[in-house]
């Protein structure tokens, strides 16, 4: 009888750190390959208290030229009130990521201008037709706060800009307990972490942890990586965007 082959991920352990319902399909790539997961979410989206605002920014929506999310959680957050309006054939929209895309297609929303490499605010501002935006209203679809590049480089172009905010961001974690124990245990090997605020929230929560320096963290965007690399963390950032990329780069860090 011929045996099996080590899986590449047998007897580590990978703490991902995504909001609960978005570490699925990774959690499932991981466990496939023989990795031991620890979920551990340093962000989770929650609706807005009160979206009497929201609903005042996207009363006027079909005065618009372009609409723009910025993640899945904002399309889900706001598609179904924004499908209430009567939207104009000339709005035009525009999603950060192929993800994204996809989240809009499930409201009937086809035909979307998506980056084709990498997918992050400096992605999509790099296309042709996000250049000449003189005059160009712009709806921002976004969670409360976030980076301002998209919106500032936008109005560096001459685009009118309105940021629909439709949903937050909590950290839900008040310690590190449980991947430091882990960690003491040889059961934590790798933290996926891919936003910046989660990268933010893991260092402050460690402080001058010793343990964490044992610890690979893998990203997926070399903006996540700069607080951690300044800081003397071991950092892998991972060849591409996606779950599978993610799967790969802990490959590498595990033969």
Known sequence: MVASPKLALANIGVAITRPSNQARNL???IQAAGGNVISFPLIEIIPLEDYTLFESDIANINEYDWI???SSNAVQNSMPRLLKHDISNHLQFAAIGP???KALSKFGIDNVLTPKDRFDSESLLSLPALQDMQGKKVMIVRGIGGRE???NTL???GAKIT???CYQRINPQTNCDVLMQACAKQQLHSIVVTSSEAMRHLLALSGDADWLKEITLCVNHARVAELPTQEGFK???SDAPGDE???ESLKEINV
């Open 27 to 29: 959690t499932q790539l």
């Open 68 to 70: 723009i999310f910025i």
């Open 99 to 101: 993800v994204t895309a």
């Open 149 to 151: 590049v998209l919106a």
């Open 155 to 157: 109005k560096s172009r």
């Open 163 to 165: 940021f629909a905010e």
């Open 235 to 237: 950092v892998n950032v």
């Open 245 to 247: 990329a993610m799967l």
